[in-house]
T-cell receptor, first 112, second 112 residues
Framework: DTGVSQDPRHKITKRGQNVTFRCDPI?????LYWYRQTLGQGPEFLTY????????KSRLLSDRFSAERPKGSFSTLEIQRTEQGDSAMYLC??????????FGDGTRLSIL | TQLLEQSPQFLSIQEGENLTVYCNSS?????LQWYRQEPGEGPVLLVT?????EVKKLKRLTFQFGDARKDSSLHITAAQPGDTGLYLC????????????FGTGTRLKVLA
């Protein structure tokens, strides 16, 4: 399967802990996006990369959140000092230029 | 801030019925995409519409992009239980950074 891959699929952690998610995009795609989705709602844009450059960050992305794409391939999203409100599905998508984006199946984060 | 509102938010119908989902905004988008998402999975792209007034058909699904590229509709003919899911529209912004704004979602349930 050569689709977008996200790891882990599920993460349960205690409030205050740090978590890191990984996204492996489709190999030839130069753009990579992170979204957050709560139950029954549409995805909310968090940030996106073109190659290794982070071009935009949403105001939703507080200073506890950081994303990287060091070599322009896979990306990581880290949340420090997690809070209850961080519980959500974190989705990654990739695209080649202005072509439609393709999504991974997400990482579901639950904060105890 | 560009927003996309979808209606209805929830829809429960019997197999064989027709339905229309609307996606509206006061902003212009360079293109618009429709996705379907099932529980525990990422959104899957159904179609991209680019030109104002464009109509695309995908089997029993008909997609239309408004003339002014501010709104779109999805019409399903003779709905089937397999059409059940969360339908999302996503507009691509025309100004500044190229990114996607997702609609609020329409949760469809088709009863056998």
């Amino acid at each position: 399967d050569t689709g977008v891959s996200q790891d882990p699929r599920h993460k349960i952690t205690k409030r205050g802990q740090n978590v890191t998610f990984r996204c492996d995009p489709i190999s030839e795609h130069n753009r990579l996006y992170w979204y957050r989705q709560t139950l029954g709602q549409g995805p909310e844009f968090l940030t996106y990369f073109q190659n290794e450059a982070q071009l935009e960050k949403s105001r939703l992305l507080s200073d506890r959140f950081s994303a990287e794409r060091p070599k322009g391939s896979f990306s990581t999203l880290e949340i420090q000092r997690t809070e209850q409100g961080d519980s959500a599905m974190y989705l990654c998508a990739s695209s080649e230029g202005y072509q439609p984006q393709h999504f991974g199946d997400g990482t579901r984060l639950s904060i105890l | 801030t560009q927003l996309l509102e979808q209606s209805p938010q929830f829809l429960s119908i019997q197999e064989g019925e027709n339905l229309t989902v609307y996606c509206n905004s006061s902003s212009v988008f360079s293109s618009l995409q429709w996705y379907r998402q099932e529980p525990g999975e990422g959104p899957v792209l159904l179609v991209t519409v680019v030109t104002g007034g464009e109509v695309k058909k995908l089997k029993r699904l008909t997609f239309q992009f408004g003339d002014a590229r501010k709104d779109s509709s999805l019409h399903i003919t003779a709905a089937q239980p397999g059409d059940t899911g969360l339908y999302l529209c996503a507009g691509v912004t025309t100004s500044g950074t190229y990114k996607y704004i997702f609609g609020t979602g329409t949760r469809l349930k088709v009863l056998a």
